[in-house]
């Protein structure tokens, strides 16, 4: 995967004369209820010169010559749940984690409002979208999302006008220089871990993590499945599931695999050949194998903890 794309989209910004970029306000808000909505409001800034300033200076912060924000991301990588700081995490919109939330975002932004209130409405967020054309003539459909609250009532400021400070309590709009999520067409890029809250995918993967421990408990090779599904549901496990490996756990149905994985991976079985679940260490180490989060040192053919299990490439 390349940075190539996502350097190219900010340096478009550098001279927005060739595109047409919007600027929209957006409340993004999930409840156990209505799941996540979001709600756009299209607004415009004048001069429109300060926005090509900024749009500018955002691009400078992140693909300029001064300690550039891009230049610290060491990789870029398929989203699997892992949470390494210098990653940026990719996701098509094709992908079930987020792909009821495609139609719901592409359209408030498409639909967006011209005229709701911008005092009496808790944006949470806003988006700059425009389209370009790549060096290699491919179209781009952009959306630039920053998350925050963009609208803010200043209190005790004063203003500088006609030789005294005049006090200013008006709604004020404050663009930031940081992006926090890239969408390049239906490819999403995540550039930090607060894109897992705009999505909603906290949720999303307890409910996988809740479809799948169901699924594996079919296998009967626990010795008490309740306590499985309780580790598996808790902490930190649910996003491992994000990774979990349906061949892995298919492998499993023979006993004779279990047990050959089992020594490999120093998972517990009891007497009957089930994995001994009264040690929620060894629950553990099934659950970090069958979501790829395990794998065998060729140097020593220990056990590894992995952060996750990319393709060799």
């Given at each position: ?28 808000k ?16 004048y001069?429109?010169t ?25 990789k ?23 792909s009821d939330?495609?139609?719901l975002l ?9 005229e ?32 925050g609250?963009?609208i803010?009532?200043?209190?005790h ?36 871990m ?7 995918l906290?949720?999303t993967y ?23 599904k ?9 996003r ?11 492998y ?7 047990k050959i ?8 079985l ?7 679940t ?5 629950i ?15 140097v020593?053919?220990k ?6 299990a990319?393709?060799?490439?």
């Open positions: 995967m390349s940075m190539n794309k996502i350097k190219e989209v900010f340096d478009s910004l550098k001279d927005s004369s060739n595109t047409s970029w919007e600027l929209l306000l957006l409340r993004y999930t409840t156990k209820k209505l799941g996540t909505t979001y709600f756009a409001r299209k607004i415009e800034i001069p429109e300060s926005f090509e300033k900024f749009l500018s200076d955002l691009a400078e912060c992140y693909i300029g010559n001064s300690n550039p924000k891009l230049d610290k991301y060491e870029m990588s398929d989203y699997d749940g892992a949470n390494i700081g210098n990653y940026i995490y990719k996701l098509n919109f094709d992908n079930p984690l987020i939330k495609k139609d592409i359209k408030s932004l498409s639909e967006a409002d011209t709701a209130s911008i005092a009496d409405i808790s944006y949470n967020a806003y988006v700059i979208s425009g389209e370009i054309n790549s060096s290699d003539n491919s179209h781009y459909d952009v959306k630039l999302i920053t998350l609250k963009p803010k009532i200043l209190k400021k004063f203003g500088y006008d006609g030789g005294v400070f005049k006090e200013y309590n008006k709604e004020t709009l404050s663009l930031l220089p940081s992006v926090n999520i890239i969408v390049i067409n239906d490819d999403v890029y995540f550039l930090d607060s894109a897992e809250n705009f999505f909603d906290e949720r307890k409910f996988l993590c809740e479809q799948k421990t169901e699924e594996i408990c079919q296998l009967d090779i626990f010795s008490n499945e309740n306590d499985f309780h580790l598996a549901k808790s902490g930190h496990n649910p491992k599931f994000v990774t979990y490996n349906k061949n892995k756990v298919e499993l149905k023979e006993v004779s695999n279990l994985i089992s020594e490999k991976f120093d998972i517990k009891n007497n009957n050949d089930k994995v001994d009264s040690d929620s260490e060894n553990n180490k099934f659950i970090k194998f069958i979501c790829d989060r395990g794998m065998i040192d060729p020593d053919e056990p590894r903890e992995v952060a996750s990319q393709q060799w490439k």
